[in-house]
């Protein structure tokens, strides 16, 4: 580990799968094999979801060849209990994984856990958030249903973002809440749609993509798409 932040990746889709397999290997190299996994998202689903998220990581994590490490967090008292937040010292990857974003939001806001992922991050371990686990990397999470009173309030990791992940299936099934959002933009804000099986790695504002799909940066005269391993270039904004 070192004593700047490791990278970031904002994934549309396929955490823990065998064809996101390579993006979180670059992610793990040379880092610790530890290989941190967080479901939280998914606590509103009941046990079973859960089970499903933490089976489907330990699948990835013998396929990598790493340790992988649950942080049970299901309920903001637990985000705050010494236990989940000792054992994610020493990551070399701590993973957010899918589901409901504003509960994942609200869970890990402010708590000990959180606390412990940022500063683990920042001294140098990488950051992976997946469809939920990405769009509360930035400071509102958007709702295509209700782009102005919809929206909530994320971790504000990256606050000159704003996320939609399994963009190609989201952009068919409702194009309408894509153009709203753009309508009500912000200013210094820039929209990115992301791709299923595709990943936005690098951050804060110099990224790469990899996966199987495209990224898009969104604004209201068109979309930039950009294909694996191309750079994208936030720096602007």
């Known amino acids: 580990m070192n004593n700047e932040p490791g990278p970031i990746a904002l994934v549309g889709s396929g955490e823990y799968l065998p064809s996101m ?15 941190v996994q967080i479901a939280t998202a998914a606590a ?17 994590a013998q396929r990598l060849g790493v340790e992988q490490v ?11 209990d010494q236990r989940w937040v000792d054992v ?19 869970t890990l806001r402010g708590s000990h856990v959180w606390a412990a992922i940022e500063s683990t991050w920042r001294g140098g371990a990488a950051l992976a958030g997946c469809s939920a686990g990405a769009m509360v990397m930035a400071e509102r ?7 102005v009173a919809g929206d909530s309030t994320g971790l504000a990791l990256l606050p000159h973002l704003r996320v ?25 804000v820039t929209l990115l749609g992301i791709d299923e099986e595709t990943a936005l790695v690098g951050g804060p504002h110099q990224w790469r993509v990899e996966g199987h799909r495209q990224v898009w940066r969104l604004e209201r005269s068109g979309r930039q798409a950009f294909s694996a391993g191309e750079v994208v270039d936030l720096a602007s904004n």
């Open 164 to 188: 939609i992940p399994h963009f190609d299936r989201m952009a068919g099934w409702m194009p309408e809440g894509v153009g709203r959002l753009l309508m009500h933009g912000v200013d210094g």
């Open 70 to 80: 649950i942080v049970d967090v299901r309920t903001a008292d637990d985000a705050n």
């Open 88 to 106: 994610i010292a020493g990551a070399g990857l701590i993973y957010l994984s899918g589901g409901n974003p504003s509960y994942l939001a609200d």
């Open 44 to 60: 509103p689903e009941g046990d079973g979801s859960l089970s499903r998220w933490h089976n489907l990581g330990a699948q990835q």
């Open 141 to 147: 999470i958007p709702s295509l249903r209700h782009p």
């Open 21 to 35: 397999l390579e993006v979180e290997r670059s992610l793990l190299h040379n880092r610790p094999k530890r290989y």
